[in-house]
């Protein structure tokens, strides 16, 4: 049985030519949860991926990894206990292209302790992925159907997806999405999605963490972050003056009705003042808190 990990930064950096990827960055990711590392383009999430896994090492702070068969924290650079029951499957592959499929398949069953064979097979054949063909005539989608098989297979104890599906089509990430929660379900451990797919992957996560330039903008419970957020729906002089305290972020009018998207904390006394007020109250999709949050101009 996989045993999940936690995993700590404190007071993580990284750098690129001086100009810092991850800045100061503090967070703890839970054991045995789905977390989603959420970011614009050149947040840092690749960079925290590669981090976690032992790919990178920081230039400031540590990433610590504990639980499981590991027992006290320890780091993951150059550490070949902890990175073996950790898998980062990457958009970019990190594969030998030039050899079949089932090579690629026949070394990560010997580099990864937990892995499932039947599992690998089972989707292999799902995703439609031959044995026989060498990984670089595969397809851009076929190649990120492996990764994803050999992510899943693995089941490492902490497994990161960084953009690895973004090469699939629609039916095949569903697909992805079905079998992860089908096989977290049969075995927990911990997962991280990194994706700007936000509204495809939302009602997956149980935890996210949101980055913005390499900053931490928050961590946070799915259920408390959308709570952070609200639609409110009436007539328009009622919406004006009950929005009038909150951080608008979005606004549609038709005719005399409005609807109004703003951020903030609802009251049970408050959600009484709307339903008086004759006004509607709806949840705010984990997108739009996201686009708000890293400043996303829609």
Same mark, same amino acid.
């Given at each position: 049985?996989?045993?999940?990990?936690?995993?700590?930064?404190?007071?993580?950096?990284?750098?690129?030519?001086? /100009?810092?990827a991850l800045d100061r960055l503090d967070l703890r990711l839970?054991? =045995?949860?789905?977390?989603?590392?959420?970011?614009r383009n050149g947040s840092g999430k690749?960079?925290? %991926?590669?981090?976690?896994?032992?790919?990178?090492?920081?230039?400031?702070?540590?990433v610590l990894i504990? *639980?499981?068969? !590991? =027992? +006290?924290?320890?780091?993951?650079?150059?550490?070949? /206990? /902890?990175?073996?029951?950790?898998? !980062?499957?990457?958009? %970019? *592959?990190?594969?030998?292209?030039?050899?079949?499929?089932?090579?690629?398949? *026949?070394?990560? +069953?010997?580099?990864?302790?937990y892995w499932d064979a039947d599992l690998a097979g089972d989707l292999l054949d799902r995703f439609e992925v031959p044995l026989n063909k060498k990984i670089q005539k595969l397809s851009r989608g076929k190649k990120s159907a492996l990764g994803v098989v050999l992510g899943l297979a693995s089941r490492a104890p902490l497994t990161i997806f960084d953009e690895s599906y973004l090469g699939m089509d629609v039916p095949s990430r569903n697909l992805f999405y079905d079998m992860l929660l089908a096989d977290y379900a049969e075995v927990p451990r911990t997962i991280v999605l990194s994706t700007h797919l936000v509204s495809e992957v939302s009602a997956m996560l149980e935890?996210?963490?949101?980055?913005?330039?390499?900053?931490?903008?928050?961590?946070?419970?799915?259920?408390?972050?959308?709570?952070? =957020? +609200?639609?409110?729906?009436?007539? %328009?002089?009622? /919406?004006?003056?009950f929005t009038a305290g909150f951080t608008v972020l979005a606004e549609e009018r038709l005719g005399g009705t409005k609807s109004t998207t703003v951020l903030g904390d609802l009251d049970p006394a408050l959600l009484a003042q709307a339903t008086a007020a004759g006004l509607e109250i709806g949840p705010v999709g984990l997108q739009d808190l996201f686009v708000h949050l890293t400043g996303v101009k829609s």
């Amino acid at each position: 049985m996989t045993a999940a990990l936690t995993v700590r930064t404190e007071d993580l950096s990284v750098r690129f030519a001086g /100009v810092p990827a991850l800045d100061r960055l503090d967070l703890r990711l839970a054991p =045995g949860k789905i977390h989603g590392l959420l970011g614009r383009n050149g947040s840092g999430k690749s960079t925290l %991926a590669a981090t976690l896994a032992g790919f990178r090492r920081p230039d400031e702070g540590r990433v610590l990894i504990e *639980g499981g068969d !590991l =027992g +006290a924290a320890q780091e993951p650079y150059e550490n070949a /206990v /902890v990175t073996s029951r950790v898998c !980062l499957i990457r958009e %970019a *592959g990190d594969r030998p292209d030039a050899v079949p499929v089932k090579y690629a398949v *026949g070394l990560a +069953a010997a580099l990864r302790p937990y892995w499932d064979a039947d599992l690998a097979g089972d989707l292999l054949d799902r995703f439609e992925v031959p044995l026989n063909k060498k990984i670089q005539k595969l397809s851009r989608g076929k190649k990120s159907a492996l990764g994803v098989v050999l992510g899943l297979a693995s089941r490492a104890p902490l497994t990161i997806f960084d953009e690895s599906y973004l090469g699939m089509d629609v039916p095949s990430r569903n697909l992805f999405y079905d079998m992860l929660l089908a096989d977290y379900a049969e075995v927990p451990r911990t997962i991280v999605l990194s994706t700007h797919l936000v509204s495809e992957v939302s009602a997956m996560l149980e935890e996210v963490v949101i980055l913005d330039q390499g900053r931490l903008v928050t961590q946070s419970p799915v259920d408390a972050l959308r709570g952070r =957020g +609200a639609s409110i729906v009436g007539p %328009a002089a009622a /919406v004006d003056e009950f929005t009038a305290g909150f951080t608008v972020l979005a606004e549609e009018r038709l005719g005399g009705t409005k609807s109004t998207t703003v951020l903030g904390d609802l009251d049970p006394a408050l959600l009484a003042q709307a339903t008086a007020a004759g006004l509607e109250i709806g949840p705010v999709g984990l997108q739009d808190l996201f686009v708000h949050l890293t400043g996303v101009k829609s």
